[in-house]
């Protein structure tokens, strides 16, 4: 497949019609009505088996009600409250409730045919928190016995348990109904922050974490552990350390005993779990840190590799590490995806991570045996003083990239000579090439460099939106953006706030010429791929993207795509898709926008589209209501306060 193209489709033809429905046992258990999970399943799909809205009537759709995150509140309550308006939060949905968390850390429970709130629980309120804060928060999780519902949130440093139908802590749960996620036996942990949702399999509650210190700065620094709680009583049942501990063979991968003091390695992203193989799939982050690594040289284990550990113990089952000692950010960005295949004839039980640098790995999600093989290719050596880059980096030969990896001058814009010229002014002051070319350091010097501009970038890309699976027929659909970003390593301007050698520096965006993206397009894309065979079956831009800029509105040029953060949801015949928040975090400008769109999975054409009042943030989900079928989207954006909209078809019309 050509990827430097405007715009290319692939035919779909025949499409696995005898293979029939696979999809992991967990999710045929779900009703059809309900999204009880952050990706609606354990298996993270983003799938629905509802069709109340299709092609005939999508066009239909109108906006039946909106909810104000309770955010909003909160600057009157404490002066000086500065609310994120880019609300990333997926909803879940069980029985006759709707329920969400909020950016800062508090969750409601909603009416799901009116959005009228029934209930609110407030950690200010409630003392268990002093002062607002919190840039994210996407979602919360769901527990029942039978006879006990809870709602599990993360509210900064605290996991709490609330009643399913008060909105009130269990006492039974921890201290008061949390437990606090900041105490840890290791000293290194100064403090707690994670902005995804937590995950409830076999009676635990599994959470992550974005950081544990403030300063993250510090050659020393405390693993990412990954913890599990029991769901009834908090206790800790497991903790999982992304980094190899004295007995474990991996501390080979670790220069002159780096693991000892080396930390991060976390999940910072969502997590997906087999509940039948009692396997969790945790994507675990680059290890301390992002950029440099001469202190910690070697493949660095287990940083940036998607692990496969025993529900019950926390035991590592198997691992596969994607970046070996990443100095990139390539962090895998999302939950891998489960999903049941057919290749060559043969089923399999999959596992599928999609990835910053425009990757899709594929393993038998019970062995970790890749389904394709995987190379290990050379990639180019570091220059930076103390680094050693690894030599080789693993590259899936199926399926092929689903993004832009690498610039060449053929990638620059070259709408008008103009466009052509500047981009090419403006490359010349970078280092550039291949994927995996590394970071460099800062060169202020008359003919000096100016850092290394990484493409992808560490938006990717795929990023924590990530993909749909589609359990009918095997097809991964992924949204992707082509976002470059700058690495400059600079020494620390202040010794007293960090022992590395380098640190990541500015610019840390591309210059754009006249304004517009420094590369060709498409800026934004969706991508089909059947996972049975590794095959792309369509591509296309995901939106119009600056086609009316001034210097090229009179080109009359089709669709360039969107440079958002979006996340699919796909039903029974249909993807849906917005074009992201323009207050998306570490995204160039130009980017995002205020469409939502429904397009025909099999052909990848628009069937549908409407203008919200902000773009999308968080993840869109789908369920039931009174025998209505209603989608949920989070938007916000700077002139739009984060909110809930809720979409469905008119009364009587279905």
Request: aromatic residues 10%; negative net charge.
């Amino acid at each position: 497949m050509l990827y430097r193209d405007l715009v290319t489709v692939l035919s779909l033809t025949a499409l696995l019609a005898a293979c029939g429905e696979m999809t992991p046992d967990s999710a045929a258990r779900i009703d059809p009505g309900d999204w009880p999970h952050y990706g609606r399943d354990l298996a993270a799909s983003k799938y629905s088996p509802l069709d109340q809205i299709d092609a005939s009537n999508v066009g239909d759709l109108e906006v039946v009600w909106s909810w104000e995150s309770a955010d909003n509140d909160l600057p009157g309550r404490f002066p000086g409250t500065t609310v994120n308006p880019n609300y990333q939060v997926t909803p879940i949905k069980i029985g006759g409730r709707l329920f969400a968390a909020t950016n800062m850390g508090q969750a409601v429970a909603l009416d799901p045919t009116t959005g009228a709130e029934l209930w609110r629980y407030d950690p200010y309120a409630e003392g268990l928190r002093e002062a607002p804060s919190g840039r994210a928060n996407r979602g919360v999780a769901y527990w029942s016995d039978g006879d006990v519902e809870r709602i599990y949130v993360g509210s900064g440093e605290q996991l709490v348990a609330i009643d399913a139908a008060t909105g009130r802590p269990d006492p039974a749960f921890g201290t008061a109904g949390s437990v606090n996620l900041a105490d840890d036996p290791d000293p290194r942990i100064e403090t707690f922050v994670w902005t995804s949702a937590p995950l409830v399999v076999r009676d635990v509650v599994i959470v992550g974490a974005t950081a544990m210190v403030a300063n993250r700065n510090w050659k020393t620094a405390p693993p990412g552990y990954v913890r599990a709680y029991d769901v009834r009583t908090g206790a800790l049942r497991w903790r999982f350390n992304p980094i190899p501990e004295a007995d474990d063979p991996a501390v080979a991968t670790w220069a002159d005993s780096s693991w000892t003091y080396s930390g991060n390695g976390n999940v910072w992203t969502l997590m997906s779990a087999d509940e039948e193989l009692g396997l969790v799939y945790l994507p675990l982050k680059t290890t301390t840190n992002d950029w440099y690594g001469g202190h910690r040289l070697g493949d660095n284990l287990y940083g940036e590799s998607v692990a496969a550990v025993d529900v019950e113990t926390g035991a590592l089952v198997w691992h596969y590490q994607m970046v070996h000692h990443g100095i990139w950010d390539y962090d895998p960005p999302a939950a891998p995806n489960l999903m049941d295949v057919v290749v060559d004839g043969r089923p399999i039980k999959a596992v599928v991570q999609v990835t910053k640098q425009a990757f899709v790995f594929a393993f038998d999600r019970e062995t970790g045996e890749p389904i394709w093989p995987i190379e290990e290719r050379p990639v180019p050596p570091s220059d930076v003083p103390g680094e050693v880059a690894a030599a080789t980096q693993p590259f899936p030969t199926r399926p092929a990239p689903f993004d832009l990896q690498g610039i060449t001058t053929d990638d620059l814009i070259d709408f008008t000579p103009e466009l052509r010229a500047e981009a090419e002014e403006i490359v010349s002051g970078f280092v550039y090439g291949p994927m995996f070319t590394p970071p460099t350091v800062l060169d202020e010097q008359p003919g000096g460099t100016r850092g290394t501009i990484l493409l992808p970038g560490w938006v990717g890309g795929a990023n924590w939106g990530g993909a749909a699976v589609d359990p009918e027929t095997g097809v991964l659909y992924v949204p992707s953006v082509t976002s470059p970003n700058v690495t400059a390593l600079v020494p620390p301007p202040e010794p007293d706030n960090s022992d590395l050698r380098y640190i990541r520096g500015l610019p840390r965006e591309v210059p754009m010429p006249q304004g517009l993206p420094l590369l060709k397009p498409p800026y934004g894309r969706i991508t089909a791929i059947d996972m049975n065979t590794g095959e792309h079956l369509w591509m296309q831009a995901n939106g119009p993207g600056p086609v009316d800029h001034p210097a090229i509105a009179d080109l009359d040029l089709p669709w360039l795509g969107q440079r958002g953060r979006p996340a699919p949801l796909l039903t029974k015949t249909l993807l849906f898709l917005g074009e992201g928040s323009e207050a998306a975090l570490s995204i160039l400008p130009i980017a995002g926008g205020k469409f939502f769109r429904a397009w025909d999975k099999r052909s990848g054409e628009v069937v549908w589209e409407i203008e919200l009042d902000a773009g999308t943030s968080g993840a869109p989900m789908t369920y039931t209501a009174d025998g209505r079928q209603y989608i949920v989207v989070a938007i916000g954006d700077a002139e739009t306060t984060g909110r809930l909209v809720a979409l469905a078809l008119p009364e009587g019309r279905d």
